[in-house]
């Protein structure tokens, strides 16, 4: 793993080393494999986006839960978690993804596990994973998905996939540039996400949907937009790129009703 030396991951993952020490010293890898096996069977992720793109012809919504983020300062909430995965399980949402770092992104495993509870969504744990331990403790929290940074992971991103899928997790692959796409591809990712944000600047680069899109074979990979997101037209136009499905989250719990965005987003009109 070899950032730019300006990357402003390098803090985050810094901080994020520490809270995984703490993890490990309160429970083992050996202890936490151990539980994994005990778990029940995952609901299938990229499955269930699968059928919402069938059902309608129209990219599905996975919708994001979290009380703050790296990427947005202003986004600094209490997050109902329970409430609002039904409201959004009650909307339409295709699937919900779940914020597990605390500090930054003001979630946590115990969040995720509360949404498990609550839904019958698929859930994908969003974390920025660089150790095998994460994706370990995203299964037992109840987690159907993790996502792995090709551009992060670099030539360790197969073992990591196969990891994930040897404990039932799906893997969302995410791309930033033509080089992690090639790199996706070419250790069999078939569900990709690619992002309008750059990931060591943290700045959104519009228009990078549209570019990088093209360049995923459909009978390949399933592919996932984020970055920036938040509106119907934005599913218009990605759909029109290719996608068969947009992650929002920072446009939704920025709004103070979040069911409300995702009502306007599917194009649902409530009555009253």
Known sequence: MILPESSRLKPFL???????????????????QGKVGEMPMTRGFQGALAAAFRATGKPGIICELKGGSP????????????????????????????????????????????????VDLTILAQDIIYDVYQILEARLAGADAVVLSAALLGPDLPAYRERAASIALDVLVQVHTPADVEAALAAGSDLICVTNRNIHTFELVPGTCEALIPLIPPEKAFVVAEGGLGTAEDRARLATAGAKALLMGTSLMLDEDPAGVLEKVLGIETVG
Do not use: C, H, N, W
């Open 71 to 118: 990427f947005e300062p202003a986004l600094k909430t209490m997050v109902p978690y329970k409430a609002l995965a039904e409201d959004f399980e009650a909307v339409g949402a295709a699937a919900l993804s779940v914020a597990v770092e605390r500090q930054s992104f003001r979630g946590s495993y115990s969040d995720l596990a509360t949404v498990r509870g609550a």
């Open 14 to 32: 810094l901080q994020r080393r520490d809270q995984l020490a703490k993890a490990k010293a309160r429970r083992s890898l050996g202890q936490i």
